[in-house]
């Protein structure tokens, strides 16, 4: 009987021996899974914070822009075909005091990388109905704010007598090659 008792102790070692094993292997296991669970959320964090911060730049952009632009006013996109704009360009010069304005639209565009360029050239106050500065700030300002594609590319002023001023403007439109 001592044999038999000896024999059931040593398999019961045995036994436990192996559950043992199989515990410390199975808890490697789980603390294995969570440092890798752990690593993937700390890179899915700095994906967030990096995220964040783009979110921030664009929300900063995008109040300067509604900043510029004015309350109550609304962003304009550019229009499909550059000679759309020679209305507008008419009616601003009109709205500054410019009524005698001489506007060339674009006869060509020029490529530029990424970029397709159509440029106006605007004449106004030649020497006998020369414009007051006043009025040529006032359209300049007032084309470059309500329609930010438009930059004033090139600007000759001729000064005359009592603030009056003739001018030679190229306002270019720049449209992306990616745009609809």
Do not use: C, H
Request: aromatic share 8%.
């Amino acid at each position: 009987m001592k044999k038999d008792e000896e024999k059931s102790d040593k398999g019961g070692g045995r036994l436990m021996f192996l559950l043992a094993a199989a515990a410390i292997a199975a808890l490697g296991g789980v603390v294995g899974w969570y440092y890798r669970q752990r690593g993937e959320a700390e890179t899915d964090f700095q994906r967030a914070k990096e995220d964040l911060a783009r979110l921030k730049e664009l929300g900063k952009k995008i109040a300067s822009i509604k900043q510029r632009i004015g309350p109550g006013k609304k962003v304009v996109s550019p229009p499909d075909r550059p000679e759309d704009l020679v209305s507008f360009f008419t009616q601003k010069a009109n709205a500054a005091g410019m009524p005698k304005v001489s506007l060339r639209p674009p006869d060509r565009e020029i490529p530029w990388a990424g970029w397709r360029e159509f440029p106006y050239a605007i004449e106004t106050g030649r020497q006998e109905n020369m414009v007051q500065r006043s009025s040529l700030v006032a359209f300049l300002e007032g084309v470059e704010k309500e329609r930010p594609y438009l930059k004033t590319k090139s600007l000759n002023i001729k000064f005359g007598e009592q603030n009056t001023v003739s001018a030679t403007a190229t306002i270019s439109f720049f449209k992306s090659e990616t745009a609809r």
